[in-house]
């Protein structure tokens, strides 16, 4: 298996603008998470998902941001519209839901996103 | 407020000494906790981890032991290699709930 794949590893952009970040769970996994980190606040949860289903959203800053999973293959994370502290890097992670590897998510390398 | 801790935020030893890094969490509710190792540039990679029945779990030069009366966990590593030169996490889940509460890291730099 590939891992966890996601897109853009890096964005760049301007202040107002749409950003759309996507993510290919490992196939057969259950679970999908999406994590911020920055210096302040280091790996923080946004948002996790079960069989596609929102589970968790509190971590969702605001509004402004929204994520969705049309399917057991694709995640997005959308900010509409970007601010300069939604800079940040953004991870994607998976874990099936049950066997030994239940309790273990597996990250994607991350996309960096600026905001000018 | 911050339920899982790392006060430390880097360390420095020589090549094959032990290296000890420290995790305190403040939730009661937790019941498995992970290490995670991060280099730069990529995202975090699954280390060792640890049920709360349990107080030791090894695995090759890692070991992570838990001290649930003092909610304080550790990881070892001996010998340590300069190869695991990063930035090494510790995470925590509540029963019932997937996802993983993470502390600030803390940067282990081996010596040669």
């Known amino acids: 298996d590939a891992g966890v794949i996601q897109s853009p590893r890096h964005e760049v952009t301007e202040m107002g603008q749409e950003v759309t970040l996507r993510c290919k769970p490992i196939s057969g996994h259950d679970y999908l998470f999406w994590y911020r980190q920055t210096m302040m606040r280091g790996l923080e949860l946004l948002i996790y998902f079960n069989n596609n289903v929102p589970i968790d959203d509190s971590g969702m800053p605001e509004d402004r941001f929204s994520a969705k999973m049309p399917n057991a293959s694709f995640s997005t994370l959308k900010i509409q519209p970007s601010e300069p502290r939604d800079s940040a890097v953004y991870f994607c992670a998976s874990s099936p839901d049950r066997g030994s590897g239940a309790n273990v998510l597996t990250f994607g390398a991350g996309s960096r996103l600026t905001v000018l | 407020d911050q339920q899982v801790k790392q006060n430390s935020p880097s360390l420095s030893v020589q090549e094959g000494r032990i290296s000890i890094l420290n995790c305190d969490y403040t939730?009661?509710?937790?019941?498995?906790f992970l290490w995670y190792k991060k280099y730069p540039a990529e995202g975090p990679t699954f280390l060792i981890s640890i049920s709360s029945i349990k107080d030791k779990n090894e695995d090759g030069r890692f070991t992570v032991f838990l001290n649930k009366s003092a909610k304080h966990l550790s990881l070892h590593i001996v010998p340590s290699q300069p190869g695991d030169s990063a930035v090494y996490f510790c995470?925590?889940?509540?029963?019932?709930?997937?996802?993983?509460?993470f502390g600030s890291g803390t940067r282990l730099q081996v010596q040669p």
């Open positions: 995470a925590a889940s509540a029963a019932g709930r997937r996802a993983l509460t």
């Open positions: 939730n009661s509710m937790f019941d498995y």
